[in-house]
T-cell receptor
């Protein structure tokens, strides 16, 4: 059974710092991995999606990497800003299942960027 | 991009009553939709897979008779929380997969619905 774990659970950094959020998964048979942002009381915003054949994806100050064999992904945020404060979730889409659209989520990392 | 709409975004209901949450794909057809639940400070957990024209598939531990799912058309799935209790208070969010299915299609999420049972 696939399990997705995110470390740390919470993170507080001063503005301007570069930071890394970690996501690990137990079953490497994934189709893709996706990072989401969730603001308090809100839904999900998709940040980056990495297909299983890819190593990384970049969007602006965000860079996500994927090492499928080791079951790890990282989300790198450069030059953090207070507006980056949110909960970041990673989710994997599993292979080998008849339910092709099911996502399995990690517990999330709650980020606070202090001005 | 594709849009998935959920309604209502927030609802408060009395204990013992039922509440219905709608999930609509606005500009595409979705054979399959998914319902997730998120308790405070926890992650999203899949509750069930909603299949158009057939019965929903529930995850282990989710009560079928309490969380009724209907997917009567290719653009609408509904989740009804029956005889709601305070412990059902949670954030419910749906996602939808385009009709052609398979792994090649992006999953689109709704905005979520906050349910508070008093």
């Amino acid at each position: 059974k696939q399990e997705v774990t995110q470390i740390p659970a919470a993170l507080s950094v001063p503005e301007g710092e570069n930071l890394v959020l970690n996501c690990s998964f137990t079953d490497s048979a994934i189709y893709n991995l996706q990072w989401f942002r969730q603001d308090p009381g809100k839904g999900l915003t998709s940040l980056l999606l990495i297909q299983s054949s890819q190593r990384e994806q970049t969007s602006g100050r965000l860079n996500a990497s994927l090492d499928k064999s080791s079951g790890r992904s990282t989300l790198y945020i450069a030059a953090s800003q207070p507006g980056d404060s949110a909960t970041y979730l990673c989710a994997v889409r599993q292979l080998g299942s008849s339910n092709t659209g099911k996502l399995i989520f990690g517990q999330g990392t709650t980020l606070q960027v202090k001005p | 991009g594709a849009v998935v709409s959920q309604h209502p975004s927030r609802v408060i209901c009395k204990s013992g009553t039922s509440v219905k949450i709608e999930c609509r794909s606005l500009d595409f057809q979705a054979t399959t939709m998914f319902w997730y639940r998120q308790f405070p400070k926890q992650s999203l957990m899949l509750m069930a897979t909603s299949n158009e024209g057939s019965k929903a598939t529930y995850e282990q531990g989710v009560e079928k008779d309490k969380f009724l799912i209907n997917h009567a058309s290719l653009t609408l799935s509904t989740l009804t929380v029956t005889s709601a209790h305070p412990e059902d208070s949670s954030f419910y969010i749906c996602s939808a997969q385009k009709t052609t299915g398979g792994y090649g299609n992006t999953i689109y999420f709704g905005e979520g619905s906050w349910l508070t049972v008093v």
